[in-house]
């Protein structure tokens, strides 16, 4: 007994000290031991991955530090063959096989190596746990897409050099330059004076628009008639293997467009007629049917003086000296070589086109081609790019005064509707045409909002269409509008050349690639499938045709799994399967703080049921910074356009910037045009904060961006109208000439 009593006394005064029994305390020792032992075998285990990795990491740099040399050697070995095949005196084809033998570039090399780095980093990150997807894409990816200050810059003052370059005399220079700096061959810009009727078609990257315009020459509305909505481009046809498919197609709008909306136009040429099923005939006249009187026409005045201009065809009346087709202008949104007024040879296929056997072609021969192939009573007097028509349309409203404080409104309306024929080649079920025309009662209106006024007239009647008349705001003969861009499905760029006597270039700035922050995971991926690989950089950093692959390639690399395990249950695993308008909606509905159309759309629409609310917000981010890239790039770009018109100069060596003395008193405007910059929410101020960011606040005030909707298919009449206008001007002269002399 005397045992188990201090037994019991022993165990009371355990539990005091310890808290617990010690059978207890025993199992709890064996448990930590055991415990202990797990963790060790663990340290063991990362111990040896830790050794694995290392020696992958020092494999993976011995394979890197062998493939740089390689890379240097063939770098060294091609400039050895580039350098001896242009001193040698050889064939014009060796020669050329020579001058397009790829050069490698370094700046491959260092963004390949970029890429490798940041996988390894973000691999033994993600392994280790240490990041979320929402830390990985703060503080690994989105950097890499954010420009700063600087890299602007430096992509500005790149793109300038290359504008000059592009303009040299100096063949060698024009040979680094990437941009093609294009004439226009058109020297003078609208002076609203013009008159007549013109017809024009405008061939975009994913539609294609027929309008007629009507100029009276004063100050005061003009009529314009537009086919509404404009015509999407079948798809198959934008790689076509029969070019003449499409020009068809053109030719066949356009003929239904006049025979529609506007037969006394078809009559009114005197050789062209409608037959009972209202197809176009042509009626040869005899030559004492043509009278001289013609001439004095608006439409007939510049036959004459168009003899010493090569013809876009040759007339269809027998009479190489009468004319009495229409006017029409050709707006191609293609990079292409003027070879005069109204003959330009495509150089390369943009925008998702690849129409074999017409590179190197007269795309406005084709197109004239195709419209004497349907009697069409068109004649092609001008060729020009989407900028530069956009430039044209922004000069004939835009002017050196803001805004003038007497203006004319329009007080009669007609309208029309009626569903448009089927057109060779395209699904229009359902389509209609919509013509409307507008007549004038000068009535002076100060302080308003014409614009405004005219939209709630159309409210009032119920017309479903949007504004679409040129409104002639001014009339001074040096206009403000000094370049003209275009952010739509592709992007481009013209503007006013002050050293060659006002000419309008042509930049072609889709094809800008230096000094650019292409990024391998996206770009360089994208890149390799599009079907023109190693070309456009810049188009495919900042166009509509790419901002939703961009997003979409960006998205997989940052969710990963979480986006490829649904496989064909989501878009967003196949190639070009997010598109550019999907971004644009979620955006919009981010701003409009509709959280849950964006969830409707992602878990919907593109199939990722299981995503959550912070997936949603990060996918919103991932097309805000994609987008927001492209606005800053588009900005730079226009700066450096602005600063070769002559708006402000930059000082050697630094970055300080002087406004031109000439722009005092007095703002630039720049007429945009595009799905982009129309579409895109916040976009356009994007744009503007942007360029108050790289030069001083004093020159992004006197930059003016302006709307220009559908301007590249009016300027290309406008372009026409203006031509016509020199063309008579000359003929006049000859006829005064000839009175003197006689």
């Not at 349309?393 to 009669?412: G, H, I, L, Y």
């Not at 959550?612 to 356009?641: E, P």
């Not at 005030?701 to 709307?707: A, E, G």
Request: hydrophobic fraction near 40%; charged fraction near 25%.
């Amino acid at each position: 007994r005397k045992a188990e009593v201090k037994l019991l006394q022993y165990q009371q005064k355990f539990i005091e000290k310890y808290g617990m029994p010690q059978m207890e305390l025993v199992e709890q020792l064996h448990a930590l031991k055991q415990s202990l032992t797990v963790d060790e075998q663990k340290l063991v285990c990362l111990d040896e991955e830790i050794h694995r990795n290392n020696e992958i990491l020092k494999q993976s740099s011995d394979q890197l530090h062998s493939l740089k040399q390689e890379l240097l050697l063939e770098h060294s070995r091609c400039n050895a063959m580039h350098l001896q095949s242009s001193s040698s005196s050889s064939s014009s084809s060796s020669s050329a096989s020579s001058l397009s033998m790829p050069i490698l570039d370094g700046e491959d090399f260092r963004l390949m190596m970029k890429k490798y780095f940041t996988d390894i980093k973000m691999e033994c990150l993600s392994i280790k746990g240490h990041l979320s997807t929402e830390e990985i894409w703060d503080r690994l990816i989105a950097p890499n897409y954010k420009l700063s200050t600087e890299q602007l810059q430096t992509i500005r003052n790149a793109f300038v050099r290359d504008m000059r370059f592009g303009l040299s005399k100096n063949e060698n220079k024009r040979r680094r330059s990437s941009l093609k700096m294009l004439s226009s061959n058109i020297f003078s810009l609208p002076k609203t004076n013009e008159t007549g009727i013109y017809y024009a078609i405008d061939w975009g990257g994913t539609n294609f628009r027929v309008l007629r315009l009507e100029l009276a020459g004063h100050i005061q509305l003009s009529t314009i008639n537009e086919m509404v909505p404009p015509c999407k481009i079948p798809v198959h046809l934008k790689t076509t293997t029969d070019p003449r498919e499409l020009f068809d197609v053109f030719a066949q709008t356009m003929k239904d467009f006049m025979v529609h909306h506007h037969r006394d136009d078809i009559e009114s040429t005197k050789v062209y007629q409608l037959d009972a099923e209202l197809n176009i005939v042509q009626i040869p006249l005899e030559d004492d049917e043509f009278d001289d009187s013609d001439d004095d026409e608006p439409v007939f005045a510049a036959n004459a003086a168009r003899r010493k201009q090569p013809p876009a065809t040759h007339s269809q009346t027998g009479n190489e000296d009468k004319d009495y087709r229409i006017p029409m202008g050709f707006t191609f949104s293609f990079p292409m070589q003027q070879n005069g007024i109204n003959s330009a040879t495509l150089l390369q296929w943009t925008k998702g086109f690849d129409i074999d056997g017409v590179v190197g072609m007269d795309v406005a021969q084709l197109m004239q081609q195709a419209m004497d192939r349907l009697n069409v009573p068109l004649r092609v007097d001008v060729i020009c790019n989407d900028t530069v028509g956009t430039l044209l349309s922004c000069a004939f409203e835009k002017t050196d005064a803001e805004r003038p404080q007497n203006v004319v409104m329009k007080s009669k309306v007609k309208f029309m509707n009626m569903k448009s024929p089927p057109m060779k080649g395209m699904a229009v079920e359902g389509q209609k045409m919509s013509c409307h025309s507008v007549t004038m009662d000068q009535r002076p209106i100060i302080g308003l909002d014409v614009a405004q006024l005219m939209q709630q007239a159309m409210d009032r009647l119920n017309v479903p269409l949007r504004v679409v008349g040129t409104l002639l705001l001014c009339a001074f003969e040096k206009s403000g509008c000094r370049a003209a861009v275009i952010l739509g499905t592709g992007t481009n760029a013209a503007y006013i050349e002050p050293k060659r006597k006002n000419e309008i270039i042509n930049v072609e700035w889709g094809a800008f690639d230096k000094s650019l922050p292409r990024q391998p995971a996206v770009d360089l991926v994208m890149d390799a499938y599009t079907v023109n690989a190693g070309e456009q950089y810049t188009e495919k950093m900042i166009s509509g045709e790419y901002l939703g692959e961009m997003v979409r390639l960006l998205s997989l690399q940052v969710f990963g799994d979480k986006i490829q395990r649904y496989e064909n249950e989501t878009t967003l695993t196949q190639r070009w399967g997010l598109k550019s308008s999907i971004v644009s909606q979620i955006l919009q509905r981010f701003d409009s703080q509709h959280m849950t159309e964006i969830y409707r759309i992602l878990r919907i629409d593109l199939g990722l049921r299981e995503f959550t609310m912070n997936d949603g917000k990060l996918f919103v981010q991932l097309c805000r910074v994609i987008v927001n890239r492209s606005a800053d790039l588009a900005a730079t770009l226009l700066l450096g356009v602005l600063e070769k018109t002559g708006l402000f100069t930059k000082i050697k060596d630094k970055e300080l910037f002087v406004l031109e003395s000439a722009y005092n008193a007095k703002k630039v405007w720049v007429g945009i045009d595009g799905s982009v910059w129309q579409n895109v929410p916040r976009y356009q101020q994007r744009m503007k904060n942007t360029m108050q960011k790289i030069v001083n606040k004093k020159i992004a005030d006197k930059i003016k961006l302006t709307t220009s909707i559908d301007g590249s298919g009016r300027g290309a009449a406008l372009a026409t109208a203006t031509h016509h206008e020199y063309l008579k001007q000359q003929l006049f002269a000859a006829k005064r000439n000839r009175k003197k002399i006689f």
